[in-house]
């Protein structure tokens, strides 16, 4: 059984469970998505990569939370990501990719990202959130912008150039 962590009007955000380990190998080990993502593309065997994600998923570390993005009937589309959650700075960076180009530009991305960003102004330490997205990823850009992220600055790293982006506490609308 998984069980809903938020639930928003046009998707849930769940724990992850071993069943994602298929889609996510998948979005992973596309070129496509690995490169909206800044990320090298997996090139790990399905096998083995189910088998560290089982281990990965029975031991949680206090710095990083992950969570799947569904829609409303339970189709997996998507995972977002707390990093690097330090509560004595109250900040910690977020991540997010819809594996699944179906939803891309239908407000899916913003409307989990929503979420997101309630369930860490939950933490009471939490100050500020930001994120680094690439500088010619028009569409993140737009709906992180959409759900409060200012661009904050540039930031040249691995050769890419990136922008940070964050909201602030004091920023962030909470929905009523
Ligand atoms: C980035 C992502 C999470 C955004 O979620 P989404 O559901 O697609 O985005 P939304 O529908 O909420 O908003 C997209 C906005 O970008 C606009 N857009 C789409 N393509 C665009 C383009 N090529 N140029 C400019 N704007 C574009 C859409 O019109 C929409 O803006 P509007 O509603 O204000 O008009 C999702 O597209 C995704 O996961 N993409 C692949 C991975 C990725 O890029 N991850 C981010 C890494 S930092």
Same mark, same amino acid.
Request: net charge positive.
């Given at each position: 059984?998984?069980?809903?962590?938020?639930?928003?009007?046009?998707?849930?955000? !769940?724990?992850?469970?071993?069943?994602?380990?298929?889609?996510?190998? !998948?979005?992973?080990?596309?070129?496509?998505?690995?490169?909206?993502?800044?990320?090298?593309?997996?090139?790990?065997?399905?096998?083995?990569?189910?088998?560290?994600?089982?281990?990965?998923? *029975?031991?949680?570390?206090?710095?990083?939370?992950?969570?799947?993005?569904?829609?409303?009937?339970? @189709?997996?589309?998507?995972?977002?990501?707390?990093?690097?959650?330090?509560? @004595?700075?109250?900040?910690?960076?977020?991540?997010?990719?819809?594996?699944?180009?179906?939803?891309? *530009?239908?407000?899916?991305?913003?409307?989990?990202?929503?979420?997101?960003?309630?369930?860490?102004?939950?933490?009471? *330490?939490?100050?500020?959130?930001?994120?680094?997205?690439?500088?010619?990823?028009?569409?993140?850009?737009?709906? #992180? /912008?959409?759900? $409060? #992220?200012?661009?904050?600055?540039? @930031?040249?790293? $691995?050769?890419?150039?990136?922008?940070?982006?964050?909201?602030?506490? /004091?920023?962030?609308?909470?929905? !009523?």
């Amino acid at each position: 059984m998984t069980i809903a962590i938020e639930r928003g009007a046009q998707v849930v955000l !769940r724990d992850k469970v071993l069943a994602d380990g298929h889609d996510d190998h !998948r979005w992973r080990s596309d070129e496509e998505l690995a490169e909206l993502d800044a990320a090298p593309r997996l090139r790990q065997p399905l096998m083995d990569f189910l088998r560290d994600y089982e281990i990965e998923l *029975s031991n949680p570390t206090p710095w990083t939370r992950r969570y799947a993005i569904d829609t409303l009937d339970g @189709v997996h589309i998507g995972n977002c990501m707390l990093y690097d959650i330090d509560t @004595v700075n109250g900040q910690c960076e977020i991540g997010i990719i819809l594996g699944d180009r179906d939803y891309w *530009s239908k407000g899916y991305g913003r409307a989990a990202l929503r979420l997101l960003i309630a369930k860490c102004f939950e933490m009471p *330490s939490m100050k500020r959130l930001y994120l680094h997205t690439l500088e010619w990823n028009a569409r993140a850009r737009r709906a #992180f /912008a959409a759900c $409060g #992220f200012r661009e904050a600055r540039p @930031v040249r790293r $691995g050769g890419r150039n990136f922008i940070r982006m964050e909201i602030a506490r /004091a920023d962030w609308q909470a929905p !009523r």
